[in-house]
């Protein structure tokens, strides 16, 4: 049996509801950018407990002569997009057979002149990859050239990343967070509809609740990946 509170619209009601509100002094649209403003939010705090669950690896094929890949982020192509939040790691494979872990560098952490690529490849092992961050784009040292593997469909890098989830669109989407807490975005949503309606008391307590559901969630979420230890001990006890 699906849950009554997942989607977005089961928060839209219960908002209307608690805030004596109808579709049409509350809209939907209303609602819907409060929403996202407080799920992401949300969000940031739950990748900062644990990434792993907005992790994800994406691939590309290595070219020739190209020392820049673009990055997984935003759609550029539409109003929404999820986008990288953070590079945890990054592999190569020059031959599609050996596979080395990347080195992030900074830039000005290059020790030679960067217009030319035999200047880098010269600098650089293949066994020992490096690449730095610029222009949205991983910047591959030493760079893929003819005598490396780069038929198409290779695959030759990897990139895992963290993954901001896409902005909510619709109000039947259900956002990407665990349940226990679609009641914290609610009381984020509360506060900016109090607000908006000038109810400044109401507004106070929403955000009160906001302010306490983020705390729990964040006391709660650091157990997630923790394994925990008990120890048993005897108790001798004389019963007369």
């Known amino acids: 049996m699906a849950s009554s509170f997942q989607t977005l619209d089961n928060i839209y009601t219960i908002i209307r509801s ?30 900062a407990l644990n990434e792993e669950f907005y992790a994800e690896i994406s691939s590309a094929d290595l070219v020739a002569d190209q020392r820049e890949y673009p990055l997984p982020i935003d759609d550029t192509t539409t109003p929404f997009g999820g986008g990288l939040i953070k590079i945890q790691r990054v592999e190569i494979s020059y031959d599609n057979s050996n596979w080395y872990v990347a080195e992030h560098i900074p830039f000005s952490g290059i020790t030679t002149p960067t217009i030319l690529d035999a200047d880098i490849n010269n600098a650089y092992s293949r066994t020992s990859p490096k690449y730095y961050i610029k222009d949205r784009s ?75 559901g983020i705390s729990r969630m964040k006391e709660l979420g650091q157990d997630y990946d923790t394994e925990q230890n008990y120890n048993l001990q005897i108790i001798n006890k004389n019963y007369h």
């Open 138 to 212: 991983v910047w591959l040292i030493p760079t893929p050239d003819s005598a490396d593997d780069v038929t198409a469909s290779n695959a030759g890098l990897r990139i895992f990343w963290v993954k901001r989830p896409g902005e909510l669109t619709v109000k039947t989407d259900i956002p990407d967070l665990p349940k226990d807490w679609l009641s914290v975005l609610q009381e984020g949503m509360l506060y900016d509809v109090f607000r908006k309606f000038n109810r400044t008391a109401d507004a106070r307590d929403a955000l009160v609740n906001w302010q306490i």
């Open 18 to 47: 608690i805030s004596n509100k109808d579709t049409t002094t509350l809209t939907d649209a209303t609602l819907l950018s409060f929403a996202n403003k407080y799920y992401l939010q949300i969000v940031r705090e739950l990748i």
